[in-house]
């Protein structure tokens, strides 16, 4: 018990903390903790004691600035833990009754002639006139949506990939120091621009481009995945270059020593050494690409039934995000609940993706520490 004491004190005040120290971050905890549980019970009494931690906290910074400092950096990194297990928790548990009341029929065919039918095969055991969403008779089956999430995502991972290597080959490798402070900042910024414009510019201009030159009559699953994939370029080039510029560059200089062009070098040292640090940025990607939902809301409909033929990528239905965000403002609370059971399938896809992401690039660096 004395060891967790000593443990604490050290992570909140440091090894040599001071009595005044302890009561200036006791002071400040204490406001804090009161703060949160004001909030919790009696929100109106909220903002008075929010001034008082401010006030104690900043009394305190004044003397000992590196204990509330650490007391500071603790707060957040607890309080953002906190937020996503809350997160996490409203979101599960808000599905719950939805996956209770349907259980696999969610992600199932709709029955017809009382058999229900998987995912898979749909080519083959595809019932036409089945009813995949409608509130009013009940029907809920995400599989569409699936489907259309897989498509866009497929088709943006075409776009965003080779583009966002050969960006990252070219920033990280071939361009200039003068040049590089300009394109990589330039990529950078396609990250700030918010999504719903890139949505109105693929509806805008893309669609009118593929209507005139593919004799399409609508928006499409083309658009969106170009245009998510457009908006997953700045996360696949600035890890790739990332990894690209982790190579050791005495790899680089041992290849052009032996004879190797800047290709030959690129192609079979800097590749394959930044190979999980390349691939784990492609996941990122495709991580923000199967979460986009304003961009592809805004440039496709919210069909419910499944492309004809299947693999049409010029054909248009609604992806589980852009569902969720064009349902919600009118749906019912068991509609409500199903919306949930589709966010937490985005949030375990992307969460998963992100630990896999993480763990190459721990992979990654674990080799190229072993070849230093």
């Known amino acids: 018990m004395d060891d967790v004491r000593v443990t604490a004190r050290e992570t909140i005040l440091g090894g040599d903390a001071t009595e ?17 549980l004001v909030f919790l019970f009696r929100p109106v009494f909220a903002l008075p004691v929010f001034g008082a931690f401010v006030f104690v906290t900043a009394i305190g910074w004044t003397t000992y600035q590196a204990e509330i400092a650490r007391l500071l950096t603790l707060l957040a990194t607890v309080l953002t833990v906190l937020t996503v297990a809350f997160i996490t928790i409203f979101l599960f548990s808000s599905a719950l009754p939805a996956f209770l009341e349907h259980g696999f029929g969610l992600v199932l065919i709709p029955e017809k002639n009382g058999q229900a039918r998987w995912f898979f095969w749909l080519e083959a055991v595809l019932p036409s006139d089945s009813t995949f969403w409608n509130p009013l008779s009940g029907a809920y089956s995400l ?4 489907w259309g999430t897989v498509l866009v995502t497929i088709i943006a991972g075409a776009v965003a990939g080779p583009l966002g290597i050969f ?10 120091d003068g040049l590089r402070e300009v ?15 890139y949505g109105f510019i693929g509806f805008q201009v893309l669609n009118s481009f593929i209507q005139v030159n593919f004799l399409d009559d609508g928006a499409s699953f083309l658009i969106a995945g170009l245009v998510v994939g457009v908006m997953a370029l700045p996360t696949v080039v600035s890890v790739g270059e990332d990894a690209l510029s982790s190579v050791p560059s005495a790899m680089g200089d041992g290849s052009v020593a032996m004879g190797a062009t800047e290709w030959q070098t690129m192609k079979s040292i800097s590749i394959p050494a930044a ?7 492609i996941i990122l990607g495709l991580g923000r690409a199967i979460g986009e939902t304003m961009a592809v809301a805004a440039i496709m409909a919210s069909g419910t039934t499944f492309a004809d033929p299947l693999f049409d990528i010029f054909d248009a239905n609604a992806t589980l995000t852009s569902l969720i965000a064009t349902q919600y403002g009118s749906a019912s609370e068991s509609t409500i ?31 190229l520490k072993g070849q230093q």
């Open 183 to 197: 394109v990589k900042p330039g990529v950078e910024i396609l990250a700030g621009i918010p999504s719903i414009v």
């Open 143 to 146: 599989i569409p949506m699936i």
């Open 275 to 281: 190979f999980s640090g390349i691939s784990a940025g």
């Open 20 to 36: 005044g120290s302890l009561l200036a971050v006791g002071a400040s905890a204490v406001t804090l903790v009161a703060l949160l």
């Open 167 to 176: 960006g990252a080959l070219f920033i990280a490798e071939v361009a200039s």
């Open 337 to 367: 609940d199903v919306l949930f059971v589709a966010g937490v399938m985005l949030f375990v896809i992307v969460a998963g993706m992100s630990i896999v992401s993480q763990y190459i690039e721990q992979q990654m660096e674990a080799k």
